[in-house]
């Protein structure tokens, strides 16, 4: 029974010390961003796809060629690193990915409408 007990409070002691959960560190596209306001909710604009894209983390949007967009944030380029605007598509063919959220390249769209513009600068998180 003792060495059950000794085994138990060893395996807790080893838990602590090396976690076994560990998460996977994403480099930051950015440290600022333009929103339309303080909170990046209002729509920027509409862009439509020119090119696919196929998302390479869960920090992007799969978007497809002549798909429509909505534009929430424009990232503030920094250096090495590429423009991407965060935005949800839109249309009915496209219904089980309306609502989803996520970053694509600036550079494969092209704005259709400009609802506001994005003056407000806003630290990313």
């Known amino acids: 029974m003792t060495r059950r007990v000794y085994l138990v409070i060893l395996f807790l002691c080893l838990g602590l010390m090396c976690p076994l959960v560990t998460g996977i560190f994403m480099d ?4 600022k961003k333009l929103c339309a306001d303080d909170d990046c909710v209002y729509t920027i604009s509409l862009a439509r796809a020119e090119e696919d894209y196929n998302a390479p983390d869960c920090r992007f949007i799969n978007i497809k060629k002549g798909q429509l967009i909505y534009v929430y944030s424009k990232l503030v380029k920094e250096k090495d690193s590429g423009e991407f605007w965060a935005g949800s598509v839109y249309g009915e063919q496209y219904e089980d990915h309306m609502g989803t959220v996520g970053y694509f390249p600036s550079s494969l ?5 400009v609802y506001q513009e994005a003056n407000k600068t806003v630290p990313t998180t």
């Open 28 to 31: 930051k596209l950015a440290s």
């Open 109 to 113: 769209v092209s704005e259709q409408r």
